[in-house]
T-cell receptor, first 118, second 113 residues
Framework: NAGVTQTPKFQVLKTGQSMTLQCAQD?????MSWYRQDPGMGLRLIHYSVGAGITDQGEVPNGYNVSRSTTEDFPLRLLSAAPSQTSVYFC?????????????????FGPGTRLTVT | GQSLEQPSEVTAVEGAIVQINCTYQ??????LSWYQQHDGGAPTFLSY????GLEETGRFSSFLSRSDSYGYLLLQELQMKDSASYFCAVRDRYGGSQGNLIFGKGTKLSVKP
């Protein structure tokens, strides 16, 4: 299994440009999410999905869109990039949590996309 | 809403024991998790506590007291490779039946020779 993959690894955008960050997982996980990580801020949830066709907003959704047409893919779209969106973006996935299966509480992260908006 | 508090930095020497504390406030509690992140890397899962008590995995242990809204990660026989950031995380009551994972701001552990 490749696990969670993200592309690109690095990206530089100009203010106002749009782009899509790709995320895919091959573990048949139902739950997928996007986080951004800024220095001193930890990981903050942008959007999440509990299954194909279902998405919802997290803590910091403004300026981002997501879709989940398949179980495997969960792309994040930046509509009009702003310098405040300069960050490291992580995609994550996990199984549906089960109290009888402790391993289901593990969330798997992709390697991240380092985005700079100038 | 949820909030988690953990120290921002901890320094220890190789071979020592270090404890990283985490206190949380949450409207619904679904367990406390710990993740490790090396500089430039992705977070990786270390442990999960759904019930009170101690969970041990090799050199790492994690403890939870739900009545105190408190947990800690204990790292024993510290090695240089343990230098990393450590995040505690709780699940909220959104995100379907399982909750979204909400992270603390992280504790940067520096292990000195």
């Amino acid at each position: 299994n490749a696990g969670v993959t993200q592309t690109p690894k690095f990206q530089v955008l100009k203010t106002g440009q749009s782009m899509t960050l790709q995320c895919a997982q091959d573990m048949n996980h139902e739950y997928m999410s996007w986080y951004r990580q800024d220095p001193g801020m930890g990981l903050r949830l942008i959007h999440y999905s509990v299954g194909a066709g279902i998405t919802d907003q997290g803590e910091v959704p403004n300026g981002y869109n997501v879709s989940r047409s398949t179980t495997e893919d969960f792309p994040l779209r930046l509509l009009s990039a702003a310098p405040s969106q300069t960050s490291v973006y992580f995609c994550a996935s996990s199984l549906r949590v089960s109290p009888t299966r402790s391993s289901s509480y593990e969330q798997y992260f992709g390697p991240g996309t380092r985005l700079t908006v100038t | 809403g949820q909030s988690l508090e953990q120290p921002s930095e901890v320094t220890a020497v190789e071979g020592a024991i270090v404890q990283i504390n985490c206190t949380y406030q949450t409207s619904g509690f679904y367990g406390l998790s710990w993740y490790q992140q090396h500089d430039g890397g992705a977070p990786t899962f270390l442990s999960y506590n759904g019930l009170d008590g101690l969970e041990e995995t090799g050199r790492f242990s994690s403890f939870l007291s739900r009545s105190d809204s408190y947990g800690y990660l204990l790292l024993q026989e510290l090695q240089m490779k343990d230098s990393a950031s450590y995040f505690c995380a709780v699940r909220d009551r959104y995100g379907g039946s399982q909750g979204n994972l909400i992270f603390g701001k992280g504790t940067k552990l520096s292990v000195k020779p």
